[in-house]
């Protein structure tokens, strides 16, 4: 079956420019979650929607990061007014909101550098 | 709230040797507990989970971990290490509904 997709996979942009980061979660997972993964680095935890309450933005870094969620579906991460710290992988994951069925889908990615 | 440590950066193992990579946790509650694994160039993948029930969970790979409760641990362990089974390691936490805590990823290298 389809797993959760990201676009783009790579994205080159100026700083100083917007970026728009999408994600395709798998159909019917309620839960969604956005990661930043620096080279070499851990998992930093951006921001959870949680079905229809609201988003945990918990682990956003600046107010130039936004997410937005229609629903239980597609997400856009939003980056206004890039920095050069900005460039890293962004990883998307879907899962079932239920601890006892709590498994992560990660998607692969959008590979972000900031000239 | 909770969290979630890996103690150790690195992980250095020869193949075929047993390998563990320590994973220790606190929340509040039940905890659900996870195993990621992230090979070079690749995306993250589930490994295995606690839920509840046996103590010993098994994963994919012939990975598995062992829930201990009053050590508040959750180490990954694998009896004989592959090269192959170079790769970061996430464990990772949840208490109840609050969003899953990933530690910060330690790093397996198995030499050959």
């Known amino acids: 079956g389809a797993g959760v997709s990201q676009s783009p996979s790579n994205k080159v942009t100026e700083k100083g420019k917007d970026v728009e980061l999408r994600c395709d979660p798998i159909?019917?997972?309620?839960?969604l979650y956005w990661y930043r993964q620096r080279l070499g680095q851990g998992l930093e935890f951006l921001i959870y929607f949680q079905g229809n309450s609201a988003p945990d933005k918990s682990g956003l870094p600046s107010d130039r990061f936004s997410a937005e969620r229609t629903g239980e579906s597609v997400s856009t991460l939003t980056i206004q007014r890039t920095q050069q710290e900005d460039s890293a992988v962004y990883l998307c994951?879907?899962?079932?909101?239920?601890?006892?069925?709590?498994?992560?889908?990660f998607g692969p990615g959008t590979r972000l550098l900031v000239l | 709230a909770q969290s979630v440590a890996q103690p150790e950066d690195q992980v250095n193992v020869a193949e075929g040797n047993p390998l563990t990579v320590k994973c220790t946790y606190s929340?509040?509650?039940?905890?659900?507990l996870f195993w990621y694994v992230q090979y070079p160039n690749r995306g993250l993948q589930f490994l295995l989970k606690?839920?509840?029930?046996?103590?010993l969970v098994k994963g994919s790979y012939g990975f598995e971990a062992e829930f201990n409760k009053s050590q508040t641990s959750f180490h990954l362990k694998k009896p004989s290490a592959l090269v192959s089974d170079s790769a970061l390691y996430f464990c990772?936490?949840?208490?109840?509904?609050?969003?899953?805590?990933f530690g910060i990823g330690t790093k397996l290298q198995v030499i050959p």
């Open positions: 929340v509040s509650g039940n905890p659900y």
């Open positions: 990772a936490v949840r208490g109840g509904y609050q969003k899953v805590t």
């Open positions: 606690y839920i509840t029930g046996d103590n």
């Open positions: 159909s019917g997972h309620t839960a």
């Open positions: 994951a879907s899962s079932l909101d239920r601890p006892e069925r709590e498994t992560q889908y």
